[in-house]
Structures are given as C-alpha cells and as structure tokens.
C-alpha cells in the first residue's frame, strides 16, 4: 500500500465479493482493506478489525499478522502475534466470518505459542516467535517461524486442533 506507514501485510488467498482482500496493521491496529487492483486501497474501504487487549497481557502492547488466512468451513483462521510491555512476542489464532471479515467470530484469550526454546529466547532480537507462513498441507499446518530473529523454526498442529482451539477457548 503507498501512502501508508504501516506494516503486516497479508493477502487473503482469494477475493471477497470481487475483491482483492488484505489485512495490514496501523499501529496499533489490524484493519482490512479491499482493492479492485491491488495498487489503490481506499480509506473508504477499510476498516479497524481488532487491536492490543490491556486484559490479555501477551497481546497487550501491540498485534499483527503472520501468514496468509486459512479458509475454513468455520470461517478465516487467521494467525496472528502480540507482544507484551517487556516485548516477548508469541503467537495467537483468531477466526474470521467468511464473508464479512471484519467481523471477529472468536478471538482465544490466550497465546498458541511463545519463545521457549534457548535460540528463540536468546539471539538478535530476544524473546521472539514470528511467523511469516502457515501452509496446510494434507490436514497439518505448517508454521513457519523466525526463532529472536536469527533462526528459522518449523511448528506443527493439525488443522482440525488448531481450529478447535480456536473455538473452544475463551
């Protein structure tokens, strides 16, 4: 998006109602946003999804995106990050409705995942997990993810417990 000072792109992986669909994050908030073309994302198209919870400390300080939506029968299940006041960022999943994307179905109160490995929590950047790809792949979800920013980690779940995670939990 030009114009804007802003990060955490991702693009859905098809277009909603003849759209191209994208979430991206003004600090301190993750938005949505639609384009005919994929050059001009109007103001009048976007709108605030969700931002940091002061209840919650692990998304406290602030959110973002990680790899691209997950269409699901349940809705888009969207992995997402947080980090705290002490920046020790770790990851959390929330779903989605399929056709109006801005609306918040389920939003765990709790991470999925935090640095807990020596090379997550020691390294360029400290206390980080940070995806940027979660491919399913026969039912299993793969995520990839930067360990304090100097390695590169795999993780996996399955689909099916990921998303009853997601709508099982408070």
Not at 21 to 35: D, E, F, G, I, Q
Not at 112 to 139: H, T
Request: charged fraction near 20%.
């Amino acid at each position: 998006m030009t114009g804007e000072n802003n990060k955490d792109h991702v693009l859905f992986p098809r277009k909603i109602h003849g759209k191209f669909t994208a979430l991206h994050r003004r600090h301190p908030n993750v938005w949505l946003a639609y384009s005919d073309d994929l050059l001009r994302w109007s103001e009048a198209d976007m709108a605030v999804i969700y931002g940091p919870r002061s209840e919650s400390h692990w998304d406290s300080k602030s959110v973002g995106n990680n790899g691209v939506p997950i269409e699901t029968g349940e809705g888009w299940l969207v992995l997402n990050h947080g980090y705290t006041p002490d920046h020790v960022y770790q990851l959390g999943a929330i779903l989605l409705d399929l056709d109006d994307p801005t609306k918040v179905i389920r939003r765990p109160k709790n991470p999925i995942f935090w640095p807990r490995e020596m090379w997550e929590l020691r390294g360029d950047v400290p206390n980080v997990v940070f995806s940027c790809a979660n491919p399913v792949v026969n039912g299993i979800v793969y995520v990839y993810y930067g360990g304090a920013d100097h390695v590169i980690g795999l993780a996996t779940c399955t689909l099916d417990n990921l998303l009853n995670y997601v709508r099982t939990s408070e």
